[in-house]
């Protein structure tokens, strides 16, 4: 069965700092991925997402994300956090036959101001 | 103005009651989907719908019922069987095969 694995449960950093948030999948056929965030008493809102081509993407409000076959991993990035970035971020995959989205448990980020 | 609306916000659930939680969306999505939110389990998938009059369990299907008779409308049903229902509901619709927007949710609570 498909998982997916956040590696950071909560992540707390200063403004300005960077940020990575790790994301590793078990699936061995082609994937969708995404990264979804959901700030304080908003809407679950998609970030970005890869489904083919570059595998570096490039998402709203300055945030990245690497996809890196060999490692099954589609780590979100961003070089200089604010504190507007204070939210929790859900990693999420879904497979070439299938429609539904498997999520990771999710990671609560805290930024500082 | 396009979107996702579930109703309602907050619901009250006594022991042994059955439930009903409205999705509704209008930007004509063929694929509809509920999940379950509890802190630090993430999302899951409960149901999802694909076409109308069509559904399939998701991972955590039982103690829940859905119907799809209109292409907009996806209500999810707790039933007495269901023994954890206190959670936050999220309702997803897509065109088939890309990508889900979620609704705003529907936080249930167990008086």
């Known amino acids: 069965a498909q998982s997916v694995s956040q590696h950071n449960h909560h992540v707390i950093l200063s403004e300005a700092a960077s940020l990575e948030l790790g994301c590793n999948y078990s699936?061995?056929?082609?994937?969708?991925l995404f990264w979804y965030v959901q700030y304080p008493g908003q809407h679950l809102q998609l970030l970005l997402k890869?489904?083919?081509?570059?595998?570096l993407v490039k998402g709203i409000k300055g945030f990245e994300a690497e996809f890196i076959k060999s490692k099954f991993s589609f780590n979100l990035r961003k070089p200089s956090v604010q504190w507007s970035d204070t939210a929790e971020y859900f990693c999420?995959?879904?497979?070439?036959?299938?429609?539904?989205?498997?999520f990771g448990k999710g990671t609560t980020l805290s930024v500082s101001s | 103005d396009g979107g996702i609306t579930q109703s309602p916000k907050y619901l009250f659930r006594k022991e042994g009651q059955n439930v009903t939680l409205s999705c509704e969306q209008n930007?004509?999505?063929?694929?509809m989907y509920w999940y379950r939110q509890d802190p630090g389990q993430g999302l899951r998938l409960i149901y999802y719908?694909?076409?109308?009059?069509?559904?399939q369990k998701g991972d955590i299907a039982e103690g829940y019922s859905v119907s799809r008779e209109k292409k907009e409308s996806f209500p999810l049903t707790v039933t007495s069987a269901q023994k954890n229902p206190t959670a936050f509901y999220l309702c997803?619709?897509?065109?088939?095969?890309?990508?889900?927007?979620f609704g705003p949710g529907t936080r249930l609570l167990v008086l």
């Open positions: 997803a619709s897509s065109r088939s095969q890309e990508t889900q927007y």
């Open positions: 699936y061995g056929g082609t994937v969708n």
């Open positions: 890869y489904f083919s081509g570059d595998p």
């Open positions: 999420a995959v879904s497979s070439e036959a299938g429609t539904a989205l498997i």
């Open positions: 930007l004509n999505h063929d694929a």
């Open positions: 719908s694909q076409i109308v009059n069509d559904f």
